[in-house]
């Protein structure tokens, strides 16, 4: 039987390749929802990253559905209940982009610190202004990491050796797991309370979201740096955006925002927040894990076999 796979956000190469040995491949990317619904019911799995939105009206039309993979590890695009009470097999590919993403956290903490893309804006208009850009220095601040699954763990190891003291919140990872990597685990209060650089990587789930509002950012230090690669959501903007303009908040980080592309948000305004189009998992290394990875789980599922990331 030749099964028919729709590719509706940019896939890397290497993963359509695989896809093709096995059948026929249609990529068609930016897509509306109505577009979808009208075309899922031809094809047999879908394959998203995080642009295409599979909600519960695309799923119910994919009447031909067995699979949906996700190239990366964030879910939150796919209505995963509807899938499941369909019965069609939801995979993601986390690990294949855990480096891009810290090792862009470690980027934006760096650039934070030091005003770097304030600073070539500056040089580039003509300005040469030193004492303007006066940063500061990462060597023995507290950062604060909630969330530390993957992503997090690498940051930490990271961080420490730039000799920061890593402090860390993750209801589901143990102390002593924390410890072995040389990181405390604090309550959540306490790591708001000591961090001076917080940075975000958990999902953006119930618990998760606007989990940094204006009472959690008012318990927190004066001067407190935020950094968020993880989801858009998990801080709230408008909190975060005063904050910054009250000066509590020194400065932000931000490659994730609560809409995609955040064209009417308040913190695209400020001098002390820097930001990227989410491009956390954007590497070419990072895109080619995670799309052979999806298409090896799509084939799998598609003949009778199991996917690894469930
Ligand atoms: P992961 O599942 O390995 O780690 C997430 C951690 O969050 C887990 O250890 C989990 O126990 C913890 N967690 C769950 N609920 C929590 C809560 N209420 N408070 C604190 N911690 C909680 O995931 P990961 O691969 O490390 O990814 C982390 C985040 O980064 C995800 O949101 C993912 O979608 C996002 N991500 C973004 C990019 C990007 O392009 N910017 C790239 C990759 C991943
Ligand atoms: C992810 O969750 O993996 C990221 O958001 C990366 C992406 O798909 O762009």
């Known amino acids: 039987m030749n099964y028919r796979v729709l590719v509706s956000d940019p896939l890397a190469e290497e993963g359509i390749d695989i896809l093709k040995e096995f059948c026929d491949v249609d990529v068609n990317t930016g897509l ?7 075309i899922i019911g031809d094809y047999d799995a879908l394959l998203v990253r995080s642009g295409t939105e599979v909600t519960a009206r695309v799923i119910d039309a994919g009447t031909k559905l067995k699979f949906i993979g996700r190239a990366g590890a964030g879910v939150d695009n796919i209505d995963t209940e ?40 500056s040089l580039k208009k003509g300005e040469w202004k030193r004492s303007k850009f006066m940063g500061v220095e990462l060597n023995d601040k507290v950062l604060g990491i909630m969330g530390f699954g993957r992503i997090g763990r690498e940051v930490a190891k990271r961080a420490q050796a730039m000799q920061m003291k890593c402090i860390a919140y993750d209801p589901f990872i143990t102390r002593e797991r924390a410890a072995s990597l040389g990181v405390e685990m604090v309550p959540l209060d306490e790591l708001f309370r000591r961090a001076d650089v917080i940075t975000v990587h958990t999902p953006l789930i119930k618990e998760t979201r606007h989990v940094i509002n204006d009472k959690t950012i008012a318990t927190m230090r004066d001067g407190v740096r935020m950094i968020n690669c993880a989801r858009g959501g998990i801080i709230d903007e408008k909190a975060l955006a005063d904050a910054i303009a009250s ?11 609560e809409n995609e592309p955040p064209t009417d948000s308040p913190l695209l305004n400020l001098d002390r927040v820097i930001v990227t189009p989410h491009l956390g998992a954007s590497t070419v290394e990072a895109q080619k894990n995670v799309a052979v990875s999806v298409a090896n789980q799509c084939i799998s599922v598609l003949s009778g076999g199991a996917a690894k990331y469930v």
């Open 82 to 121: 509807a899938a499941t009470r369909r019965g069609i097999v939801v995979a993601n590919a986390p690990e294949g982009n855990t480096l891009a993403a810290t090792e862009h956290t470690m980027a934006m903490m760096l650039s934070l610190a030091r005003n770097i893309p304030q600073a070539t804006a």
């Open 247 to 257: 000066g509590k908040v020194a400065g932000a980080a931000l490659d994730v925002f």
């Open 32 to 38: 509306t929802e109505d577009q979808l619904v009208a």
